[in-house]
């Protein structure tokens, strides 16, 4: 069974660092790619960073110049390096990675349990 596990979040003073992080145990075949999501109370859950495979990143608008996205392809494993915080970045982050359980097979969309993140003012 495919599992994404985050880690990282927490409470930071605004201006603040933090790192989260996501690894996909399980048995699977490959990564087609992995991102980041945020969703506040009362708002629709979008992206803050993906890389594919090939470690080429796409970021949301609200991420560009401040979040840096990178994996570890060995290890499953993306980070989040989140800088310059503010309190608008609070929210739950959510891990999401399409991946192929068997040579051949289809891309299945996984997601991780979420983390909280929360920047005070």
């Known amino acids: 069974q495919v599992r994404l596990v985050e880690s990282g979040g927490g409470l930071v003073q605004g201006g603040g660092s933090l790192r989260l992080s996501c690894v996909v145990s399980g048995n699977f075949f490959t990564i087609r790619d992995m991102a980041w999501y945020r969703q506040a109370p009362g708002l629709q859950r979008e992206l803050v960073a993906l890389?594919?495979?090939?470690?080429?990143?796409n970021y949301g608008g609200s991420a560009k110049g401040r979040f840096t996205l990178s994996s570890d392809n060995a290890k499953n494993t993306v980070y989040l390096q989140m800088n310059s915080l503010k309190p608008e970045d609070s929210s739950v982050y959510y891990c999401?990675?399409?991946?192929?359980?068997?040579?051949?097979?289809?891309?299945?969309?996984?997601w991780g349990q979420g983390t909280q993140v929360t920047v005070s003012s």
């Open positions: 890389i594919t495979s090939d470690n080429t990143t």
């Open positions: 999401n990675a399409h991946i192929s359980v068997r040579a051949g097979g289809g891309w299945f969309d996984y």
